[in-house]
């Protein structure tokens, strides 16, 4: 069974930054697109960013492109998303998704998620 | 970029069949994918190109499209099915874009 372990979320303050990690596991890893979504408390999913299988293609929801930074590394199976100068409204659940492809198509398979929150 | 709009809520009783409309000028060129998300848990995909069912998702569970709306189908709704229902596809960027979603209830 796929897994994906995401970690690094907690409290941080607006402007601050963050790195959340997510480690996958029990799939060839180098042959997938990986995604990153969100979720606000009590609201609906938001696409953020994927990150093609060899990291050569990115792209950002319009709400963090500039300040959010997704990364891979495929000898660590492991998919990062670099977030600076955080708001109040990126509060969220972070889930990171497994592509069923090696590009960017829809995603197969998620994480249990790891909680961001924004405050002062 | 795309927009998707789902019904905020839909109910049925045990056993009727519910139907999740999805709406998007991009339907007519783009495969359309269902997620379901349980309370306090991780969303699980259902649908996948427009009609396709993973194996490990119950048979009651399909999805159609036509035009501009696709639709995903629950025929014969459990009380296990009770969730919310996203729908999802991705812009010739690679771009994902979500509906706004339906809670489901049963």
């Known amino acids: 069974q796929v897994q994906m372990v995401e970690s690094g979320g907690g409290v941080v303050q607006p402007g601050r930054s963050l790195r959340l990690s997510c480690v996958a596991s029990?799939?060839?890893?180098?042959?997938?697109?990986m995604h990153w979504v969100r979720q606000a408390p009590g609201k609906g999913l938001e696409w953020v960013a994927v990150?093609?299988?060899?990291?050569?293609?990115?792209q950002y929801a319009d709400s963090v492109r500039g300040r959010f930074t997704i990364s891979r590394d495929n000898s660590k199976n492991t998919v990062y998303l670099q977030m600076n100068s955080l708001r109040v409204e990126d509060t969220a659940v972070y889930y990171c998704?497994?592509?069923?492809?090696?590009?960017?198509?829809?995603?197969?398979?998620w994480g249990q998620g790891t909680l961001v929150t924004v405050s002062s | 970029s795309y927009e998707l709009t789902q019904p905020p809520s839909v109910s049925v009783s045990p056993g009727q069949t519910a139907r999740i409309a999805c709406s998007g000028d991009?339907?007519?060129?783009?495969?359309a994918y269902w997620y379901q998300q349980k309370s306090g848990q991780a969303p699980v995909l259902v649908i996948y190109?427009?009609?396709k069912r993973p194996s490990e998702i119950p048979e009651r569970f399909s999805g159609s499209t036509s035009g501009t709306v696709a639709t995903l189908t629950i025929s014969g709704a459990q009380v296990e099915d009770e969730a919310d229902y996203y729908c999802?596809?991705?812009?010739?960027?690679?771009?994902?874009?979500f509906g706004g979603g339906t809670k489901l209830t049963v």
């Open positions: 998704a497994k592509d069923y492809y090696d590009s960017s198509v829809y995603l197969r398979a």
């Open positions: 029990r799939f060839t890893f180098s042959h997938h697109a």
């Open positions: 990150i093609s299988y060899l990291g050569s293609d990115k």
């Open positions: 991009a339907m007519p060129k783009k495969f």
């Open positions: 190109e427009d009609k």
């Open positions: 999802f596809l991705t812009d010739s960027s690679g771009r994902g874009v």
